[in-house]
């Protein structure tokens, strides 16, 4: 119906294009017809007389086809774009569907439906869900006096039509031009005005100025906030009121290396269920994990070059010693970082316990004896129940310490390996097949799915086909040695970043393959492509085979 629409304006400027050259032609027409009646120019009356004569005509010509085009023109639009019989409810459902998307051209269309029509545009003012998000950009190219009577605008326009629909609001600014503090002070009033503060559920700030972020009071109904890239700290630490929202659940703040008080002094955020951090410091997220007692998704990714600070909060909690329990945590990530006072991060972990930890993923540092040290003192204390276990650029990761990890997570049922080196990749493979599987008692028991991603992305010290090839022979005899139980079975995933398998390892499949034992070689990142695929009559429920070995096939890889 929009494509139709879009025909439809295109027809209509092509045909007002007509009237241009219609015009030149007739004007030619009254000169020469001008010049040919009367040989000689000083009869200038007559002249004149029949120039009015001829405008006269042309006008009525010009009067007649107007009418005619906007007949035409009625009848087109009510061919091609009649939706008055449409039910209104169906016509609010094809918008929905026109606007959903994060982009930001399809976030304004409702702006642009109601533009078409009467009809379209009370359709669009009384369905709110299509007022229920907007993204607000600041380039450096706009107009500032212009662009900032625009934003305005529309911010009024979104709030008064979301009506009680929750509304995310997205603000993105240029790292290289801030507006001015009259705009932001305009956006902030609109904001604060009436009930709008309680219609906001969902913020992000990206590239914002920290000290109009911090402004912010709290708001009643916020329950997702997102900030990226904050410019301008503030000398003073201060405690950033949006963070401590009654009703927040979400938290996600990325490259803050000069962090405030997230959260107040002394008091649980007992509403906080999701955190997300990345480039943040250490002592920071330790904070975070004290005084969040109910939350259930924690991430640490890449940390913020800056030491531990004195842990007042653990003394303020009176949490000096003893545990630190999380009980309601069901998923960790977590980066340790390399950074002055690692020691006293790493006598934390001693104390923290998660009993209802679900999966736990475990981004390596640059350095193999700091995850050693990191996870000798943070792994005995996940809970037996913990079944999914994920590693992600692990480097150099010897035999003794896997079997550490893997004699305190014997209930892992899914084994994920992301970017490992081939000396970690090697080891695991070994490990899994070792301590006489046979009699029941090897490593992880109730693996059931292995995955190991991003082969190929570190270099190998050794020849690339060599460290494969060994790589192969390993799983070969890994796999064999677990399926001789079948309560030690479990299935292979592998996939590579770039480039091609060696034969050693398309070897290994078919080998593997002849045997009956569930294997999966995928190509590139999104697992498209997968080497071969398993026998018509494998119990296990994978793929359907194809005469020549080779098959596409979408994968779900939202585990990464």
Known sequence: MVLGLTSIYNYRQAFIDIASPFRFSYSLLIMNKLFETYESLDD?????????????????????????????????????????????????????????????????????????????????????????????????????????????????????????????????????????????????????????????????????????????????????????????????????????????????????????????????????????????????????????????????????????????????????????????????????????????????????????????RWYASQSSHLDYAALHALVPNLPRATSSLQIFHAQEWDMSFINFIFTRTTAIQHLHLYACDYVTMSNVIVALGQRGAVLGNAYLPQLRKMSIDGIGRHPVQCDKGEAEAQLANQIINTLRVRYRDPTMRFSLHLSRCHGTWTKDMQEAYQELHKERIEMKIWVGWRRLLVLGNMPKNNVSGTEQGNPEGRGVEEHNTSDK
């Open 44 to 360: 200038a009356v007559l002249i004149k007389q029949e120039v009015q004569r001829l405008e006269g005509d042309m006008a009525e010509a010009f009067r007649l086809f107007h009418e005619k085009r906007a007949d035409i023109l009625w009848k087109l639009n009510t061919l091609q774009a009649s939706t008055k019989n449409v039910p209104s409810e169906i016509l609010a459902h094809i918008f929905m569907l026109a606007s959903n998307g994060d982009c930001f051209n399809l976030q304004r269309m409702p702006l642009r439906l109601g533009g078409v029509c009467s009809h379209w545009r009370r359709i669009t003012l009384s369905t709110p869900c299509l007022w229920s998000s907007l993204t607000l950009c600041f380039n450096e190219d706009v107009d500032m006096e212009k662009g900032q009577q625009t934003v305005m605008d529309l911010l009024r326009h979104y709030m008064e039509n979301v009506g009680l629909t929750p509304f995310a609001l997205d603000f993105r600014f240029n790292r290289h031009s801030q507006p001015p503090k009259e705009t932001l002070d305009l956006i902030t009033s609109v904001l604060l005005h009436g009930e709008n503060s309680r219609k906001v559920h969902a913020l992000k700030f990206l590239r914002a100025p920290f000290r109009w972020i911090s402004s912010f009071p709290q708001f009643p109904n916020l329950e997702s906030l997102k900030i990226h890239e904050p410019l301008g700290y503030l000398d003073r630490i201060l405690v950033l009121p949006l963070a401590n929202s009654p009703r927040l659940r979400n938290l996600i703040l990325c490259n803050l290396c000069l962090m405030p008080k997230i959260v107040q002094n002394n008091v649980e955020q007992t509403q906080i269920t999701h955190i997300s951090l990345s480039q943040v410091p250490a002592d920071v997220c330790i904070s975070l994990l004290v005084r969040c007692p109910n939350l259930a998704h924690f991430e640490f990714i890449h940390p913020a070059p800056k030491g531990m600070q004195d842990v007042d909060y653990l003394q303020a909690y009176g949490l000096v010693d003893g545990p630190i329990i999380l009980h309601q945590l069901e998923h960790l990530r977590w980066t340790h970082p390399n950074l002055v006072g690692g020691s006293r991060l790493i006598q934390i972990y001693s104390r923290l316990r998660f009993p209802a930890l679900r999966s736990f």
